[in-house]
């Protein structure tokens, strides 16, 4: 089923919010997996579940099913306003042409996926009020990304679980031994998982707020910088998707940093590791006195010896490591 289907929308918290009435969200018992702890957290910071009467039942009974407000990952059906589930024919799936994790091609939802696209604006909304409706959707695609679509390749079959831990296999660890069969304890495990997953989701969107707010500073320091070819930032922050967002013809970076100057390289690609300007190759590996006597520049300090990173010990000695870099 496509993706058109699922609407982005602010309007689905509407008829959930009477904080007098309990709400009630049900999910399927047994063991649990990060595709519903995760679409539980989504809700419960959604809908200020910490402020207001709310029950948990994790059950596949249909009479409990069809009085809920709220159902995910069980029941059979989707509608995108109250039943969340994706194990049915033609449940929702989308196309994945960008590759976060080296995930591509058709990947189906899971109730991670749904919640996320019907809920994930609010989440955004209640964790920084302040954003923008441009910068909302940037934040909540980039979670899209990072958390949400491996978390559905995974629950889905269409990815797998690296060895060792990950955050699919850590929250996998909090489901009781096979042989404690124990409902109570189940949902208490449940609820235990959900805080990992809310503190990963929260930190994870905190990256991403600070990323925006680089945007506009780079932007600045763009217009204030002589030579365009070098961007002078006042302090170390994420550049590299401005650059890449305006196309400037950036080469490399300055920035202080611990009482000394660095000056970075900038990839050919966002996410590549190939440079459009390296340094030169005899200053690589090369460190103090040694390394001021290659480039005749007092105060260069270091050259990485993959040429990707130099230090010098004033900004002046950057800027001229930077401009004799580059030809200037």
């Given at each position: ?47 200020d579940l910490d402020n207001r009467p709310f029950k948990v039942e994790r ?7 069809e009085k809920a407000d709220i159902v995910f990952d069980v029941g059979g ?133 600070a990323r925006l707010r680089a945007i506009g500073c780079t932007e600045e ?108």
């Amino acid at each position: 089923m496509p993706d058109a289907m699922i609407t982005l929308s602010d309007s689905l918290t509407e008829g959930l919010m009477d904080r007098n009435k309990e709400l009630l969200i049900v999910t399927h018992n047994g063991r649990f997996h990060i595709d519903d702890v995760f679409a539980f957290t989504t809700l419960a910071i959604a809908l200020d579940l910490d402020n207001r009467p709310f029950k948990v039942e994790r059950t596949r009974d249909t009479d409990i099913i069809e009085k809920a407000d709220i159902v995910f990952d069980v029941g059979g059906i989707f509608d995108g306003k109250r039943r969340f589930d994706h194990h049915q024919i033609g449940a929702p799936e989308r196309d994945i042409k960008q590759t976060p994790k080296g995930i591509e091609g058709t990947i189906p939802y899971s109730s991670a996926g749904l919640i996320w696209r019907a809920f994930g604006l609010d989440v955004i909304q209640k964790l920084a009020p302040d954003l923008d409706d441009k910068s909302r959707k940037i934040a909540h695609n980039v979670i899209e990304k990072a958390l949400v679509i491996p978390i559905d390749a995974i629950d889905n079959g269409k990815m797998h679980p690296e060895n060792g831990l990950n955050f699919s296999s850590i929250i996998n660890v909090f489901n009781p031994p096979w042989d404690t069969d124990d409902s109570s304890t189940q949902l208490e495990r449940f609820f235990e998982a959900s805080k990992i997953v809310r503190t990963v989701l929260i930190y994870q969107l905190n990256i991403e707020f600070a990323r925006l707010r680089a945007i506009g500073c780079t932007e600045e320091a763009y217009k204030e910088s002589p030579d365009k070819r070098i961007l002078m930032l006042p302090r170390w922050m994420p550049h590299i998707y401005p650059i890449f967002a305006n196309a400037w013809g950036t080469q490399l970076v300055i920035y202080p940093a611990e009482n000394e100057w660095r000056i970075g390289t900038v990839p050919i690609r966002m996410h590549g590791n190939d440079r459009r300007k390296l340094f030169p190759a005899s200053w690589g590996g090369l460190e103090g006195e040694a390394l001021t006597a290659e480039t005749g520049i007092p105060g260069s300090k270091f050259v990485h010896k993959g040429l990707f990173i130099a230090v010098a010990e004033t900004k002046e000695a950057a800027i001229a490591m930077a401009e004799k870099t580059l030809g200037g």
